[in-house]
C-alpha cells in the first residue's frame, strides 16, 4: 500500500505541468487562424475603462490558466481601438463576450460578471 501510494506521489511530481494559455490580442487573422483549425475560442470584448470588463477579467484569466479550458483560444478585443473589427463581429457594446467552435459563433452575451456563469458560457464550444 504504502509502495502504491509512493507511485502516485511521484508520478503527480514528475508529470509535465499544463502550461496555461495566453490570453491573445484579437486579430481578424488570428480568429480566422483558429477557426480554421476547427478551435474553441472565446473572444473577450475589453475595455479598461469598463467596471463590468474590469469584473469579468479575473475569471477570464483563471479560465485561460485552467487546464480544463487548454483547449480553448482566448483572444481579447480592444473595444476603443479595434473599430472595424468590432463592427465586423456586430459588437455593439464592451463586456461582451462571444464564443465559436470552429467558424460558427454558438454563444453571445453581454454583462455577465458571475464566474460560474462566464465559465459555463466558455465551455458551450465543448458541448
Known amino acids: 500500500m504504502l509502495k502504491s501510494i509512493l507511485a502516485v506521489a511521484l508520478l ?22 483558429a477557426q480554421a483549425k476547427g478551435d474553441a475560442i472565446l473572444v473577450d470584448v475589453f475595455a479598461p475603462w469598463c467596471p463590468t470588463c474590469r469584473a469579468q477579467a479575473p475569471t477570464i484569466d483563471a479560465i485561460a490558466a ?9 483572444l481579447r478585443l480592444d473595444f476603443d481601438r479595434q473599430v ?6 456586430g459588437v455593439n457594446q464592451q463586456s461582451t463576450l462571444i464564443v465559436f467552435k470552429g467558424g460558427k459563433e454558438v454563444g453571445r452575451t453581454l ?9 459555463a458560457f466558455a465551455a458551450l464550444p465543448f458541448k
Open 12 to 33: 503527480a511530481l514528475t508529470a509535465a505541468p499544463v502550461a496555461a494559455k495566453p490570453i491573445l490580442p484579437f486579430s481578424t487573422p488570428a480568429l480566422r487562424a
Open 66 to 74: 485552467s487546464p480544463a479550458y487548454a483547449k480553448l483560444t482566448i
Open 84 to 89: 472595424a473589427e468590432k463592427k465586423a463581429l
Open 111 to 119: 454583462g455577465v460578471t458571475q464566474p460560474d456563469q462566464i465559465r
